[in-house]
């Protein structure tokens, strides 16, 4: 396990991507709460039936989106990209993040979306032919009560509609919209447009990592050697970074070992991490850029053997490397588990 939780910690630094959330105890935080459990059978059961293809919505303006659903590592998450144009014919890119929460018992969501910089952070169930999400909304300068519904009529086609509680007010609908399956186009949202490109000066302490394909070695205290390769993009539009962490084995197959996102929360206004295992651990916390510049990231782990609070500190070297450290806080006790350099392998990508 401390193998692994080091493997998460290094990956977050050398793939930063967008984002975590902060976990809302609130009641009405807390009502689409899944009541299964990882004893009793898959917390994810049902999302299956997103997975494949692209779901098609039209606006009453003509514009469309499309949803495109990704199973996350271990396929105890999914990422769900979202492109296209919005009402007011702008391109439109959002992200959401579904996965389970081991220390919550919760299937948890996270949403990033252009709209006022909006973070959304709550609780999602899927069981059979309905399911629902109760989230905060947090958008320049707001912080809303939302909750979506969605129903199935057969697999391929499903109704959302769209609900807010206002000043603790029984919910009211707000818009609805059908969604279509249908084949993936050939050409997807374009990533070519310049500010597809650009790193938003909220994510800027990770502008150095993004566009580029990340190599990490080094070895855990306890002796590991670690080699693995992180994948870093910007997620335009959404404001926020996504990696994707990978190792391949002596056969040449290759396991996706971490998805690991990066965002500021419109709310806090902190930086935000959320890194999700091919184990189902998860990893969450605030990242702190120094006066020197360097980076630190104070993550909570979850799973099986329990919670775990973890320091990391990565230093920028003149080379364009990168020097991480790593240290478990099990037990109020302080011992460095990892020590591991990053190093760009390629030309960053258009």
């Given amino acids: ?22 976990q809302n105890n609130e009641a009405d935080a807390t009502l689409a709460q899944d009541s299964k459990s990882e004893e009793g059978g898959n917390p994810l059961t049902g999302f299956e039936r997103m997975v494949g293809g692209e779901w098609k919505m039209t606006a009453q303006s003509g514009t469309s989106m499309y949803d495109t659903w990704h199973w996350g590592p271990g396929k105890h998450s999914l990422r769900v990209m979202t492109d296209g144009e919005g009402a007011d014919g702008n391109p439109w890119r959002s992200l959401q993040v579904v996965y389970w929460h081991p220390g919550l018992k919760q299937v948890r ?32 300068p707001s912080h809303r009560k939302l909750s979506w519904r969605m129903v199935f009529d057969g697999p391929d086609k499903y109704h959302s509609t769209l609900l807010e509680s206002v000043d603790g007010a029984d919910y009211e609908i707000l818009s609805a919209w059908d969604y279509f399956r249908m084949t993936p186009r050939p050409a997807a949202f374009p990533d070519t447009a310049a500010w597809a490109r650009v790193v938003p000066d909220r994510l800027k302490a990770f502008a150095g990592f993004v566009g580029h394909t990340w190599e990490t070695r080094g070895e855990g205290v306890i002796g590991d050697t670690i080699r693995a390769h992180s994948a870093v993009e910007l997620i335009p539009l959404a404001g926020g970074v996504y990696a994707r962490t990978s190792q ?36 969450e916390g605030d990242v702190t850029v120094l006066d020197n510049g360097e980076l630190r990231l104070n993550l909570t782990g979850y799973g099986r053997e329990g919670v775990v609070p973890y320091d990391i500190r990565i230093e920028f070297k003149s080379d ?29 990508r258009n």
Avoid at 1 to 15: D, I, P, Q, V
Avoid at 268 to 277: D, I, N, P, V, Y
Avoid at 321 to 339: F, G, K, N, P, Y
């Fill in 1 to 22: 396990m401390k193998f692994r939780l080091a493997l998460l910690a290094l990956y977050l630094l050398a793939a930063p991507s967008a984002c975590t959330a902060q």
């Fill in 109 to 140: 969501t996270l949403g990033l979306s252009p709209y006022e910089a909006g973070v959304s952070e709550g609780t999602t169930t899927l069981d059979g032919d309905s399911g629902v999400a109760v989230v905060d909304m947090y958008q320049n």
């Fill in 248 to 283: 391949s084995n002596n056969n040449g197959e290759t396991s996706h070992l971490f998805d690991s996102y990066f965002y500021r929360h419109t709310g806090t206004g902190a930086l935000r991490c959320l890194a999700l295992s091919e184990d189902g651990s998860i990893y």
């Fill in 320 to 348: 364009g490397t990168t020097h991480q450290r790593v240290w478990s806080l099990e037990a109020d006790e302080r011992m460095l588990i990892l020590v591991v350099h990053h190093k760009k392998i390629d030309r960053p």
